[in-house]
Nanobody
Framework: QVRLVESGGGLVQPGGSLRLSCAAS???????MAWYRQAPGKRRELVAT???????NYAEPIEGRFSISRDNTKNTVSLQMNSLKVDDTAMYFC?????????WGQGTQVTVST
C-alpha cells in the first residue's frame, strides 16, 4: 500500500505563496493524485486533481491561483499556491485511489493571516 506524506504548509500573509509537496512511498504513475482541504467546521473539499496523463482539474475558488503538478520519477505531487487568501486557510491533504481503497496523507496546515 502506497503511503502519502505531505509537507510545505505554514503561515503566510494574504497575497503570499506556498508550495505543498506530497511524497508517495511507491510508484504513483498509474494513479490520479488530488489535493483536498478542510477548514475548521467545514467539510473536506477537492482543490485540484492531476491524472496519470497529466491533465488537471481545479475547483472554482482556486482556479488561476493554484497549480498542481507531478513528478512520477520522484513519486511526488506538488501544489503551487499563489495569491493566497484568508479563506484558503485549511488543512491540506494529498489523496489517491490505488484500485482498492482511497489513500490519504496526514495533512499539512496552511494558515493565511496578517
Amino acid at each position: 500500500q502506497v503511503r502519502l506524506v505531505e509537507s510545505g504548509g505554514g503561515l503566510v500573509q494574504p497575497g503570499g505563496s506556498l508550495r505543498l509537496s506530497c511524497a508517495a512511498s511507491g510508484s504513483i504513475s498509474r494513479y490520479f493524485m488530488a489535493w483536498y482541504r478542510q477548514a475548521p467546521g467545514k467539510r473536506r473539499e477537492l482543490v485540484a486533481t492531476i491524472f496519470s496523463d497529466g491533465s488537471t482539474n481545479y475547483a472554482e475558488p482556486i482556479e488561476g491561483r493554484f497549480s498542481i503538478s507531478r513528478d512520477n520519477t520522484k513519486n511526488t505531487v506538488s501544489l503551487q499556491m499563489n495569491s493566497l487568501k484568508v479563506d484558503d486557510t485549511a488543512m491540506y491533504f494529498c489523496n489517491t485511489y490505488d484500485g482498492t481503497k482511497s489513500l490519504w496523507g496526514q495533512g499539512t496546515q496552511v494558515t493565511v493571516s496578517t
